[in-house]
């Protein structure tokens, strides 16, 4: 373990150069996850858990009716033009804006070699074949630290849609850091499907959701733009899943697109800085993952040793148990075989075999054994024998059975995790510390720190 991920970041002094901090930071924690030698999800697959790599970039998801505007708000985002847009249904499938050294245009398969993480996208029939991808190099507003899913513009009817539209959008809203929901003066903006789908996301992701009245220059004036408001207020209260709602729902349109000055206010800047805000909050919540991803690789380390160790000394025991058994089960059948000897074998035969000293040494320590086989009436020495060996097998069955050892570390597992430890600990926790703080001196003085 060494700092390769550390400088694996720092290798491209270009990139490098180029990068803004909160960029790099988030570059550098998705590094640490990955790195094939070692990296986060590498190192956690081996300690049996699962750990999934930071994004680089948050992801907004936009819906809203047909023409509410959302890919001419992605183009002015973006300043460039990325996306057809008009007043036809432009948008057919799921479009995925993100920036990138080239400007390209990439086809759904691409597109989810580039995002493993949407490949679930693809389960839903059809999907794929209307998913495209369209890089640019622009570095506009936070772009480069965000990617937008555009969606397809929502009508009512069955038989719009070459796939499950309701069913596409829920799972995207699922891998969202933000929705933005677009509802437009003209046009359906209370279609039944909108409504649905909002009501659907609220129920699990209300603290993403961020509702614009979009197109705000063509809402007439300021009067009609509140009764406007106040409709769609009225029509998303009406639905049980969102009646609780405050809804917070600011005017935005495009500068651009309104010739004449416009009197009502445009709160586009608003979306920016909810952008940017959801950035700064992707950003501490990914160093805190990253801190609380460390301490659960180091204490599963500390467990697996911890239960390596008890294995051991369980190991022993149980090894222990294991001769006494093995050791009495076999000491049964000698002392027959040698008592059976001795009774038998004429004292002559023992002299001469063992020596006259060895088989009076011999004697004295079968003494007790050779009184008690005496008191065995003879017609039972066989049932005696018999049993004595019985319980003889039972005692090495015993022994063999109570020896079942617990697994126990291999020689290199038992280095590796150690290391792994310090690794977590010495170098990955000091990354993050670091990390952190060139997030936080952004904002306040190095003094303060
Ligand atoms: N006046 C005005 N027109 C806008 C604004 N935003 C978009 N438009 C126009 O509205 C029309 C529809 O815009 P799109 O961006 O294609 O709308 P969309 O929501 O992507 O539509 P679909 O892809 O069909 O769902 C286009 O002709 C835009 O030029 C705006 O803020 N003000
Ligand atoms: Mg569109």
Redesign the pocket.
Known sequence: MSGKVRHRVGANPTEAATLSVNERILKDCHNIYIDPANGLVPIAEKLGLSLMAPRKKINILLL?N????????INWYVEEHVLK???A???QGFTFVTSGRKRESLTGNATLHLYPHYKGLAEIPGVLDYATTEISTSKQKKFSLVMFV?T??LVDGDMSYPFDVNEAILWLGNMADLIFV?FDPIGQALCKRTLDLVEALNATHSDKIRFYL??A??AGHESDRQRVLMQIVQELCKRPGLNKCGFDMPTI??PS??QKTSRCVNQIEDVCKEVEKTINQTIQNTLNSLERDCELITTTVAEKLQIDADAHYANLRTRSKGCLYTFLGLLIPMLILINFLVSTVPRATLYSTFGKDYTEILMVYLGPTLQLWDAIPQDYNLQVIGGLLIFSLVLVLLAKLTTRLQPTLSKKEKRVLPETRDYIENHVKALKKQLYEEYLQQSISAYDL
């Open positions: 809203g047909h023409s509410a505007g959302k890919s001419t708000f847009t008009g007043v249904i432009e948008t555009d397809p513009g677009f979009s197109k220059d063509e349109y495009i697109k309104n």
